[in-house]
């Protein structure tokens, strides 16, 4: 009589089929000029080996932050969306495995969830499988984020916070703690749009 696999048996079965994934897709839009592995192209080396060996992963959202970002030298706003996914391996006889992994995205219209979400899957299948991703050491780049417009206000008024309500309302802002006001008083001192 066989023995229906374990949960752990099974992954280790995936783990021998999924042996590595390249980055094949290639994002050449501005600011771009890089190559990616999708979360397609993840979910397609792997999906038919979970399938084969009866591995069945179930999802479920931990935790979810959104915001609004600037990002760029134009200030240009973005939704943020952060989220932790836990994800539960079922095996053939029914044992589970958990774990979980961050995602996180920025989208100008209504996907950065979506997106995060997917980042998060991607992510955690890599390192449950431990596929090899011949990526450069997280510490390789570094992103700026864009000053608040509170910061943009108060360094044009070297900090002098008073000068710069009455510059502001000068200028037709009756009211830098409304965030619209702020925002848009910024962008006037600086040229651009919040």
């Not at 932790?84 to 006889?93: A, K, R």
């Amino acid at each position: 009589m066989t023995q229906t696999p374990t949960v752990h048996a099974a992954l280790v079965a995936v783990m021998r089929d999924v042996q590595g994934l390249g980055k094949h897709q290639r994002n050449s839009a501005p600011g771009g000029n890089y190559n990616f592995r999708g979360i397609d192209a993840v979910m397609n080396a792997v999906g038919p080996a979970l399938r084969e060996h009866s591995l069945a992963v179930i999802a479920s959202c931990r935790s979810a932050e959104y915001a609004e970002i600037l990002v760029g030298k134009d200030r240009r706003p973005m939704a943020h969306s952060r989220v932790v996914m836990e994800y539960t391996l079922i095996g053939p006889d029914g044992s589970t495995l958990s774990g979980s992994a961050p995602g996180e995205a920025f989208d100008s219209g209504d996907k950065a969830t979506a997106k995060a979400c997917s980042v998060a899957y991607r992510t955690w299948l890599l390192q449950t499988l431990c596929l090899p991703t011949d990526e450069p050491d997280p510490d390789a780049s570094t992103h700026e984020r864009a000053p608040s417009a509170r910061d943009v206000v108060l360094t044009h008024h070297k900090g002098d916070f008073g000068a710069a309500v009455e510059a502001a309302t000068a200028a037709g802002f009756d009211n830098l703690r409304d965030p619209a006001q702020l925002s848009a008083y910024a962008a006037r001192l600086t040229g651009g749009a919040q």
